[in-house]
Antibody, heavy 123, light 110 residues
Framework: EVQMLESGGGSVQPGGSLRLSCAAS????????MAWVRQAPGKGLEWVSA????????IYTDSVKGRFTVSRDNSANTLYLQMNSLRAEDTAVYYC????????????????WGQGTLVTVSS | QAVVTQEPSLTVSPGGTVTLTCGST?????????PFWFQQKPGQAPRALIY???SKHSWTPARFSGSLLGGKAALTLSGAQPEDEAEYYC??????????FGGGTQLTVL
C-alpha cells in the first residue's frame, strides 16, 4: 500500500525557516518523480517544487525560487523541502505527491498524495 | 502562462447527473493535455480520479467518467451520491515545467 506521511510543519515568524519531510512507503521510491503542492487556506492547489526520481533535476515555482530547496534521500525513501526566508503568503497546507509513471522527469502527474502538513507564517 | 478554467460551483440532485468542465485560455483542450481530475473533500488531501482524459484509477467509483466535450475536458458524475460532495480540480499538461491546476469546482449534492 502506497503511503506518504509529511511532517515538519508548524508556526514560524516571517523570515524564519522550516524543513518539511515526506516519508514514503509501498513503492520503489527512486523510480518516481515527487512534488510539493501547497494549498493556502480556502484556496486552490499550487505547485511549489518537483524533483526527478534520481534527484538530478529540480524545478520551482517562481515565487519560491532562491528560498526553497527540494531534495530527496532515496536510501531513506524520504522527500524534503527546505524553506527559508518564509513569508506570510507561504502559509498553506503542504502536500507531497507522487508521480503516476516510472520516468525520470520533473513534470509530475500525481496519483498519490500525502495527508499534508500545515505551515503558518505569522508574527 | 495558460489559465485552466472550471465552473466555480455546481449543484446536482442525489441520483442525478452532472458534468464538470475544464477549459484552457490557450484554446481547445485535447488528449495531448492529458487531463487529470482530482477530488478533495474538506480537511482531506486530494484524491486522483481520472488520468489521461478518461482512464480511471482502481479506486475510482464507476459513476465517474472523463471525456472531451466541446473543446474542454469533462468529468461526468452519473448517479450522484451525498459522499460525492467535494471540490473537484482538473490538471492539464502544456509541455512546460509544470502542469497547471484549474481553480476547482465546488460540487454540492442537494
Amino acid at each position: 500500500e502506497v503511503q506518504m506521511l509529511e511532517s515538519g510543519g508548524g508556526s514560524v515568524q516571517p523570515g524564519g525557516s522550516l524543513r518539511l519531510s515526506c516519508a514514503a512507503s509501498g513503492f520503489t521510491f527512486s523510480n518516481y518523480g515527487m512534488a510539493w503542492v501547497r494549498q493556502a487556506p480556502g484556496k486552490g492547489l499550487e505547485w511549489v517544487s518537483a524533483i526527478s526520481g534520481s534527484g538530478a533535476n529540480t524545478i520551482y515555482t517562481d515565487s519560491v525560487k532562491g528560498r526553497f530547496t527540494v531534495s530527496r534521500d532515496n536510501s531513506a525513501n524520504t522527500l524534503y523541502l527546505q524553506m527559508n526566508s518564509l513569508r506570510a503568503e507561504d502559509t498553506a497546507v503542504y502536500y507531497c505527491a507522487k508521480d503516476q509513471w516510472i520516468r525520470e522527469t520533473t513534470i509530475i502527474t500525481p496519483d498519490y498524495w500525502g495527508q499534508g502538513t500545515l505551515v503558518t507564517v505569522s508574527s | 502562462q495558460a489559465v485552466v478554467t472550471q465552473e466555480p460551483s455546481l449543484t446536482v440532485s442525489p441520483g442525478g447527473t452532472v458534468t464538470l468542465t475544464c477549459g484552457s485560455t490557450t484554446g481547445a483542450v485535447t488528449s495531448g493535455h492529458y487531463p487529470f481530475w482530482f477530488q478533495q473533500k474538506p480537511g482531506q488531501a486530494p484524491r486522483a480520479l481520472i488520468y489521461d482524459t478518461s482512464s480511471k484509477h482502481s479506486w475510482t467509483p464507476a459513476r465517474f467518467s472523463g471525456s472531451l466535450l466541446g473543446g474542454k475536458a469533462a468529468l461526468t458524475l452519473s448517479g450522484a451520491q451525498p459522499e460525492d460532495e467535494a471540490e473537484y480540480y482538473c490538471l492539464l499538461s502544456y509541455g512546460g515545467a509544470f502542469t497547471v491546476f484549474g481553480g476547482g469546482t465546488q460540487l454540492t449534492v442537494l
